[in-house]
Nanobody, 124 residues
């Protein structure tokens, strides 16, 4: 059974940084693309960043380009999201997700497994 466990969320000030981690278990981590999503109450869940199985290809939603960096360590079965220059509008619950294929995945329907989420709150 696949398990995804996020950590690293918390409270940050505007302009600050946080690093999210997602520890994966249950199937071969290196065989699947991964993604970070976020959701604020009353809003749809949005894809923030995605990365292919090897880490060669990545995607960022426009609002985080240049500020967030997605990476993975296949030897450690771990996905990361480095978040810099945080803004109040980055406040949300962040979810790690694993796709059902190795290639970069940009649609919600391509993701098979989800973590429980970690809260990120950015204060003014």
């Amino acid at each position: 059974q696949v398990q995804l466990v996020e950590s690293g969320g918390g409270l940050a000030q505007t302009g600050g940084s946080l690093r999210l981690s997602c520890a994966a278990s249950g199937r071969m981590f290196s065989a699947y693309a991964m993604g970070w999503f976020r959701q604020d109450p009353g809003k749809e869940r949005e894809l923030v960043a995605a990365i292919s199985w090897s880490g060669t290809n990545s995607y960022y939603v426009g609002s985080v380009k240049g500020r967030f960096t997605v990476s993975r360590d296949n030897a450690k079965n771990t996905l990361y999201l480095q978040m810099n220059s945080l803004k109040p509008e980055d406040t949300a619950v962040y979810y790690c997700a694993q796709a059902g294929k190795p290639q970069l995945s940009l649609r919600h329907t391509e993701y098979e497994y989800w973590g429980q989420g970690t809260q990120v709150t950015v204060s003014l």
